[in-house]
């Protein structure tokens, strides 16, 4: 048994290390919290401070008002340690006796977890008015060594806070005193309690208190048969007690056992004529005293762990309630992702000079020895020959601004139109009925929320260095080029060779990747707007990710030779540039207004297949198959 004991409180510490570690997972599905739930506490109140070789049994005297709970209790320890109130909903707080020393060896913070401990002082400490959780304890030099003994808040009363306090009783208890009478054996809310309490297999001794005798001998088992019917809880013990205030009152009140069978549920038990039993009242303590502990403590870990692993009440029902809050996300998920938030037409394109211009910088330094130095000659030479032809050739198209200034307006516009569309986007899909999305996303959306991103995403624009970017990605392409085509760049060098010992004849004929001068004034080959109309930008910005749609040519390392070479050489740089530029806006979005929640909504899409979600499952699966190892034995 103390192996088998072990390996349970094992099983149940890991099982309770990775639903805590599970719940902090699942935060974000919202769902209610573990603590709460039936099945968690009685892990947390009764699993995890009693599945030990240390046994002792929780009893406790339970039931509604002004039903004579804590004269029961008086009664079972012999002393006025709690309070009797002719009141209603008066005891407030449990109190517990415990033997002497026990509480040297137990933690009675782990034995009742989520009270505040206090010594008991006198029998009123059970009405004090306290928001707390309190519980008043003391010793009892009459008590059995593993026995504890509680009066207990009423079940039934207006006050909520006494039912929270009642059902922590009940859920760390073994034994449960039931104090019934004709006017509250049929009551919603014990019936409520007791049918838990029958769920987790309580052992139940049941006192029919207040009873008019004789007149009530023929009555109380039918009160107790439509208890039984409608709780579950089968008493193992019945006993009634007589309508007497003073014997009450004087620790004088007789308790007459009796026997009870309960009647079928389709048939109709009828009153009972047959004269009452010979009267031999017993005191309870000793009936308690007779009892097999071991047994009974069995019987209620068993019940508690069967709870526990239940399908419909237990931790499978928590995991049932995560993956189907999953799929939820999932669908928000997918709702967010079919409807792109940005799809981007038009992207302004880098002017070709620009490229031209990026491209001969890298050539130059492919350049060595005597032709670098003739074409470095020369490329001076032709800037300062040809600079009244560009002088005169800004005025006449009107490019007064640096090239890239221009591109940096362009694209700064086409953001603002992008954060607009991204804004109505969003606005229709919070507005499409999924509750999770709508409520996240309104939340998103609110305030100066535009107003703050594009601020946001102003500075950033502002700051980007485009000219270096730039060149960095034409030394990045041209260098691939290089060593993906070694033939064509061979050939490439050879007639570069050539150039500077025809120069400068042949400067003015050469236009391939920047010899000389021309691409600064010569016609373009390749207009920007032949390019733009083949660039089709669409940012994923939910999914964090953007994408640059372009034709085969454009986005081709090695096209024909020649002027297809060149023109499908400066499409990709275009398409290159304009994906890394709608991947810097997707991102920003996502950061900056999205934040978490696509992570949000992955992660929970996820839960099912998480590790601490198979572990619990696991571990789950591993009780069940340990629970049939656990047998009553002494």
């Not at 939340?443 to 730039?470: I, N, P």
């Not at 994923?540 to 050489?569: F, H, Q, R």
């Amino acid at each position: 048994m103390s192996t088998t004991l072990d390996k349970f409180s094992n099983t149940i510490h890991q099982l309770q290390n990775y639903l805590q570690a599970l719940e902090a997972e699942s935060s974000q599905l919202e769902i209610p919290r573990l603590s709460g739930r039936e099945w968690f506490d009685i892990l947390e109140r009764k699993l995890i401070p009693q599945l030990t070789n240390q046994m002792y049994l929780v009893v406790a005297v339970v039931g509604g008002t002004n039903i004579g709970k804590s004269v029961i209790f008086n009664h079972l320890v012999d002393q006025q340690t709690s309070a009797i109130s002719p009141l209603a909903s008066q005891t407030r707080h449990p109190v517990c006796l415990v033997p002497q020393h026990f509480e040297q060896q137990h933690d009675l913070r782990e034995v009742f977890q989520g009270f505040q401990l206090v010594p008991w002082s006198s029998a009123e400490d059970p009405l004090r008015q306290d928001e707390a959780h309190l519980l008043f304890w003391k010793n009892c030099d009459t008590l059995a060594s593993n026995l504890l003994v509680l009066d207990t808040p009423d079940i039934d009363s207006d006050a909520e806070v006494n039912w929270e306090r009642a059902e922590r009783i009940r859920q760390c208890a073994d034994v449960l005193v039931t104090v019934l009478t004709q006017q509250k054996y049929n009551d919603a809310a014990v019936k409520k309690f007791f049918r838990e309490a029958a769920r987790e297999d309580k052992v139940i001794l049941t006192v029919f208190n207040q009873c008019q005798l004789p007149d009530d001998e023929a009555y109380w088992p039918l009160w107790l048969n439509t208890f039984y019917q409608e709780t579950g809880a089968h008493p193992e013990l019945v006993f009634i007690a007589p309508n007497d205030r003073r014997a009450a009152t004087n620790l004088e009140l007789p308790f007459y056992p009796r026997q009870f069978e309960p009647a079928s549920a389709d048939s109709h038990p009828e009153v009972n004529d047959s004269p009452p039993q010979t009267d031999s009242a017993v005191n309870l303590m000793e009936v308690l005293s007779q009892m097999q502990f071991g047994e009974i403590k069995i019987q209620t870990l068993r019940g508690a762990l069967k709870y526990l692993i239940r399908q419909d009440t237990g931790v499978p029902s928590y995991l049932r309630e995560i993956k189907s809050r999953s799929q939820e996300f999932r669908s928000a998920a997918e709702l967010l992702s079919e409807h792109e938030l940005a799809e981007i037409e038009n992207w302004p394109l880098v002017p070709n000079s620009v490229i031209v211009t990026a491209v001969r910088k890298w050539w130059q330094e492919q350049r060595e020895g005597w032709s670098a130095h003739v074409h470095g000659f020369y490329n001076s030479l032709g800037k300062g020959v040809l600079w009244p032809a560009r002088y005169l050739h800004a005025l006449t198209t009107e490019e007064k601004r640096p090239p890239m200034e221009v591109y940096r307006d362009q694209e700064w516009s086409v953001v603002l139109q992008t954060v607009e569309g991204i804004y109505d986007r969003l606005t229709l899909v919070s507005e499409l009925g999924n509750a999770l999305l709508t409520s996240r996303l309104k939340s998103l959306l609110s305030g100066t929320s535009r107003e703050a991103l594009l601020k946001t995403l102003h500075v950033e624009h502002s700051q980007f260095d485009f000219t270096t970017q730039f060149e960095e990605l034409v030394d990045r392409e041209m260098t691939s080029f290089k060593s993906e085509s070694p033939q064509y760049y061979s050939l490439i060098k050879q007639i570069d060779r050539a150039a500077a010992v025809g120069r400068p004849v042949l400067s003015v004929g050469l236009f391939f990747v920047g010899f000389g001068a021309v691409g600064d004034v010569g016609t373009q080959i390749v207009t920007d707007t032949m390019i733009q109309s083949v660039v089709n930008v669409a940012g994923d910005v939910a999914g964090g990710a953007a994408a640059t749609t372009v034709g085969e040519t454009a986005v081709s390392s090695s096209a024909a030779s020649g002027m297809g070479y060149l023109e499908a050489k400066i499409r990709r740089f275009h398409a290159v540039f304009a994906q890394k530029r709608t991947e810097w806006l997707a991102n920003a979005v996502r950061t900056h207004l999205l934040k978490t929640l696509p992570e949000e909504l992955k992660s929970a899409v996820a839960l099912p297949d998480s590790e601490h979600y198979h572990a619990v499952q696991q571990t789950v699966n591993e009780l069940e198959q340990q629970l049939n190892q656990l047998q009553i034995t002494l």
